[in-house]
């Protein structure tokens, strides 16, 4: 869905965050807190998509391509180092990338502990010169997502330690133990450390969500006010919702509910908890081709319906039908963070 309008409700934590952005020379480190499914990529997005293009705002922003930790190949500081080199403009990081090639070579060739020590350090430190030429003309924002599945990694204690010699820079961190993180900074005395929680989306712009998402339906062949109460504000179960509100299964479910919903407050957590179940559960066993494919842009990117078609065997047409208007280009991000571990298991435990 358009960032712009799951976000019409996100102001407040926009506009903190630009109060933020729009403080020249200084640094500041963001960490966004909240469970699985309340939107949290969305919201990134949301700022990549706002700070993208200079011209509408006062200073000169340079907003970093978007590192989500979920890609294991980001695990290696250097592939981060990288990775943030190329999208920012590879010819400003060009005493960078020639060490990083040497040390690469080192690395093949074999060198000491002591060695390797030195040179990843003189990498870093030329990595964080790099960028602070870079933010002295502009300010630059950087992104990481899912920073939970870094927890047995020393690689985010490296990023933070970089973080901390850039200047002029402004830093999002999110993941489910970014609370908890960002806390301990604060206490060890960062006053460059902020935190950020986010709560679920409100019912109507849930409803504003699915009707976005599914316009070529009319609320009397589909109750969408019943389907957006029953995902609890969560911007994941609203993607999975639109995408089998196609499904006969699902939505006779649904219709059986609608006698009882959303007034009813007897019961109403548990209806909730077995909507969420079946969604989940269409993943977990995809027997129906709505399950191959959320399984497919879960790992495959980029990918659009004729792809898709070739890799499932399955006829084009019925699988544009089954994606329904959900845009091409975002399909993977989306479905990924759907299908991931760490989101798969938290709906299956919301759902018990």
Same mark, same amino acid.
């Given at each position: 869905?358009?960032?712009?309008?799951?976000?019409?409700?996100?102001?407040?934590?926009?506009?903190?965050?630009?109060?933020?952005?729009?403080?020249?020379?200084?640094?500041?480190?963001?960490?966004?807190?909240?469970?699985?499914?309340?939107?949290?990529?969305?919201?990134?997005?949301?700022?990549?998509?706002?700070?993208?293009?200079?011209?509408?705002?006062?200073?000169?922003? %340079?907003?970093?391509?978007?590192?989500?930790?979920?890609?294991?190949?980001? %695990?290696?500081?250097?592939?981060?180092?990288?990775?943030?080199?190329?999208?920012?403009?590879?010819?400003?990081?060009?005493?960078?990338?020639? *060490?990083?090639?040497?040390?690469?070579?080192?690395?093949?060739?074999?060198?000491?502990?002591?060695?390797?020590?030195?040179?990843?350090?003189?990498?870093?430190?030329?990595?964080?010169?790099?960028?602070?030429?870079?933010?002295?003309?502009?300010?630059?924002?950087?992104?990481?997502?899912?920073?939970?599945?870094?927890?047995?990694?020393?690689?985010?204690?490296?990023?933070?330690?970089?973080?901390?010699?850039?200047?002029?820079?402004?830093? *999002?961190?999110?993941?489910?133990?970014?609370?908890?993180?960002?806390?301990?900074?604060?206490?060890?005395?960062?006053?460059?450390?902020?935190?950020?929680?986010?709560?679920?989306?409100?019912?109507?712009?849930?409803?504003?969500?699915?009707?976005?998402?599914?316009?070529?339906?009319?609320?009397?062949?589909?109750?969408?006010?019943?389907?957006?109460?029953?995902?609890?504000?969560?911007?994941?179960?609203?993607?999975?919702?639109?995408?089998?509100?196609?499904?006969?299964?699902?939505?006779?479910?649904?219709?059986?509910?609608?006698?009882?919903?959303?007034?009813?407050?007897?019961?109403?957590?548990?209806?909730?908890?077995?909507?969420? %179940?079946?969604?989940?559960?269409?993943?977990?066993?995809?027997?129906? *081709?709505?399950?191959?494919?959320?399984?497919?842009?879960?790992?495959?990117?980029?990918?659009?319906?004729?792809?898709?078609?070739?890799?499932?065997?399955?006829?084009?047409?019925?699988?544009?039908?089954?994606?329904?208007?959900?845009?091409?280009?975002?399909?993977?991000?989306?479905?990924?963070?759907m299908c991931s571990p760490c989101t798969m298991k938290s709906a299956m435990l919301s759902a018990r």
């Amino acid at each position: 869905m358009d960032a712009r309008n799951v976000y019409s409700e996100r102001e407040n934590e926009l506009a903190l965050i630009n109060t933020l952005v729009q403080e020249w020379g200084t640094r500041h480190i963001i960490f966004v807190d909240a469970p699985a499914g309340i939107g949290k990529t969305h919201l990134l997005r949301a700022i990549q998509q706002r700070y993208s293009t200079n011209d509408v705002h006062r200073l000169p922003i %340079h907003v970093a391509e978007l590192i989500d930790f979920q890609d294991d190949t980001l %695990h290696i500081l250097q592939n981060i180092s990288y990775r943030l080199a190329h999208a920012i403009d590879p010819h400003l990081f060009d005493p960078f990338l020639f *060490l990083l090639f040497n040390w690469q070579r080192m690395e093949i060739n074999g060198i000491s502990a002591e060695q390797r020590d030195q040179s990843l350090e003189a990498l870093n430190r030329t990595f964080v010169d790099c960028v602070n030429a870079v933010s002295a003309q502009r300010r630059p924002i950087f992104l990481f997502d899912s920073i939970e599945m870094l927890q047995s990694s020393p690689v985010l204690r490296n990023l933070l330690e970089m973080a901390y010699n850039i200047e002029n820079g402004v830093f *999002l961190f999110v993941g489910r133990n970014a609370e908890h993180i960002g806390s301990q900074l604060q206490r060890s005395g960062r006053q460059d450390v902020s935190i950020l929680g986010l709560e679920p989306l409100s019912q109507q712009t849930s409803l504003e969500y699915m009707q976005t998402y599914l316009p070529a339906l009319s609320s009397d062949q589909l109750p969408l006010r019943e389907v957006a109460w029953l995902t609890e504000g969560h911007p994941i179960m609203l993607d999975l919702a639109a995408l089998y509100a196609l499904s006969g299964e699902m939505m006779a479910w649904v219709q059986d509910q609608v006698g009882t919903l959303p007034g009813a407050t007897t019961g109403a957590g548990q209806l909730q908890r077995t909507f969420v %179940h079946r969604l989940v559960r269409m993943i977990a066993t995809p027997d129906t *081709l709505e399950g191959r494919i959320v399984l497919l842009l879960a790992r495959v990117y980029p990918a659009d319906a004729a792809m898709v078609a070739v890799l499932l065997d399955a006829p084009l047409a019925e699988v544009r039908g089954r994606l329904g208007n959900f845009k091409g280009a975002r399909l993977s991000s989306r479905f990924r963070a759907m299908c991931s571990p760490c989101t798969m298991k938290s709906a299956m435990l919301s759902a018990r």
